[in-house]
C-alpha cells in the first residue's frame, strides 16, 4: 500500500489545477460582464456606445467587489443583472469543478497502479524478446529469477489484463527500445555476459534495468512522459512502488504493491482534506497571513499556501492524525515541490499555528498517544 503522503501529493496537485480552474472562470464571467455592454450590431435603434462603456466599467468594479466580499450596489439594474448573473456563473462553474477534481483524484490514483503494472509488463516484453534471440545469449535476463516470479503470478496476469496495462499492441515501439536501448546498454551486456549471476546481481540488474533504462531520461521516458501531464511527480511514486517490489524478493515470489488496501478509507481521507482546504474558513487564512510577517495570503507562492492550507486543514478534521505527523509530512512536501528555503519557512509557520490553534480549541486531537500530540 502506498502511504498517506502519496494521497497528499494527489490531492496537491488537484488544489493546483481547481486555482488555476478558478482564475478561469473568473475571467469567464468577466467577459459576460463585457459582453453585456458591448454595442448590438444588430439592433435598429443608435447605440450609446458612452453609456455603454461606462456602464462595463461600473459594472467589472462591482462584480470585482462582489467577488471580493466587499459590499456594494448600484441602482441601475441592468448592471445589477449583469452582475449577479455572472457571480452566479462564477459559482456554478468552480462547484463544478471542484466535483470534477475531487473525483479525479481517485482516477488519477487508479492510473498509478497500472502505469506500475505496465513498467513490470514492459519488462516481461524485453524478457520475451531477450529469449526469442538466437545469435547472442540472453539467457541471463529472460530466466531471471525475479522475471519468473512475474510470469508466474497470477494476480499479475489477471490485473495486467484488466488495466490494459500490457504492451501486444504496442511491440513496434517495445522492439525498438529493445534493440536500441537495452542491448546496447553496458550494465545489460555486462549482466547476460555473467556465467552465473548471483541473487544480488540479479537484484542490482533489474533495479537498474527499471530505475536507468525504463525510468530514467531517454526515449522509453520520454513516451511514458508523453501519456501522462503529471509524469515529473508520478514517475518517482512508481520508482519506490518497482524499488518495494524488487526489494521483497524472497523464496521465488515478490509482493505487488498496492495503491490502497481500503478505497473506502482513502476516499473520505481525499473528501475531507481535498473540500475543506478549498472551504477553508477566512479565520484560517488570516492566521496565516499573521504569521508570514503580514503578508496577504494570496500573495504567498502557490506552492506555500496550499500546503499551509492543506496542513491546516488536516490538523484540525482528522483528530487520529498527531500534528507533528502532519506538520512533517508536509515539511517533506515543501522539500519536493517548493523552493529550497520553503522547508523551514513552512515548519516554523506550522509549529506557530499549530500552538495557537491548541490554545484556542480548533485542534483536537483524540485517542491513545495523541492527547499531546507525542
Not at 462584480?63 to 452566479?88: H, L, N, P, Q, Y
Not at 527500445?177 to 555486462?190: G, L, P, Q, T
Not at 521516458?221 to 511514486?237: G, L, P, T, V
Amino acid at each position: 500500500m502506498l502511504n498517506r503522503r502519496t494521497i497528499r501529493i494527489k490531492i496537491m496537485q488537484s488544489l493546483f489545477a481547481y486555482d488555476q480552474c478558478k482564475e478561469a472562470d473568473l475571467m469567464l464571467s468577466r467577459d459576460l460582464v463585457e459582453e453585456r455592454f458591448q454595442p448590438d450590431l444588430n439592433s435598429m435603434e443608435v447605440q450609446d456606445k458612452e453609456l455603454l462603456r461606462s456602464q462595463k466599467k461600473s459594472a467589472l468594479q462591482l462584480f470585482e467587489k462582489k467577488m471580493s466580499g466587499t459590499k456594494a450596489a448600484s441602482e441601475d439594474k441592468a448592471i445589477v443583472r449583469a452582475v449577479d448573473d455572472a457571480a452566479s456563473l462564477f459559482q456554478k462553474s468552480i462547484k463544478k469543478d471542484q466535483v470534477f477534481l475531487s473525483k479525479n483524484i481517485l482516477l488519477e490514483m487508479e492510473k498509478l497502479s497500472a502505469t506500475y503494472h505496465s513498467v513490470i509488463a514492459l519488462i516481461l516484453a524485453f524478457a520475451d524478446l531477450a529469449a526469442a534471440e538466437k545469435k547472442v545469449d540472453h539467457g541471463n535476463f529472460s530466466h531471471h529469477e525475479w522475471i519468473k516470479a512475474w510470469r508466474q503470478n497470477e494476480e499479475l496476469k489477471k490485473t495486467i489484463i484488466k488495466e490494459s496495462a500490457g504492451w501486444e499492441t504496442r511491440m513496434d515501439k517495445v522492439r525498438g527500445w529493445f534493440r536500441d536501448i537495452v542491448k546496447e546498454d553496458s550494465a545489460y551486456k555486462k549482466f547476460i555476459a555473467e556465467k552465473k549471476p548471483d541473487e544480488e546481481a540479479q537484484k542490482a540488474f533489474v533495479k537498474h534495468l527499471t530505475r536507468k533504462i525504463i525510468l530514467g531520461s531517454g526515449a522509453i521516458n520520454d513516451y511514458f512522459e508523453e501519456q501522462n501531464i503529471r509524469w515529473a511527480e508520478d514517475k518517482d511514486i512508481i520508482k519506490s512502488m518497482m524499488d518495494k517490489t524488487i526489494k521483497s524478493f524472497a523464496n521465488g515470489k515478490t509482493t505487488l504493491q498496492k495503491v490502497s488496501l481500503n478505497w473506502e478509507d482513502d476516499q473520505d481521507f481525499i473528501d475531507k482534506l481535498f473540500n475543506n482546504t478549498i472551504g477553508l474558513e477566512p479565520q484560517y487564512k488570516e492566521l496565516i497571513a499573521k504569521n508570514t510577517r503580514n503578508w496577504e495570503v494570496d500573495r504567498l507562492p502557490l506552492t506555500d499556501r496550499v500546503i499551509l492550507e492543506m496542513a491546516i486543514t488536516e490538523m484540525i478534521n482528522f483528530p487520529n492524525i498527531p500534528v507533528k505527523v502532519t506538520i512533517n509530512e508536509y515539511i517533506e512536501l515543501s522539500k519536493e515541490y517548493s523552493t529550497p528555503k520553503s522547508r523551514q519557512f513552512i515548519n516554523g509557520i506550522l509549529d506557530v499555528i499549530s500552538k495557537s490553534m491548541k490554545e484556542s480549541g480548533a485542534v483536537k486531537k483524540s485517542g491513545r498517544g495523541l492527547i499531546d500530540n507525542k
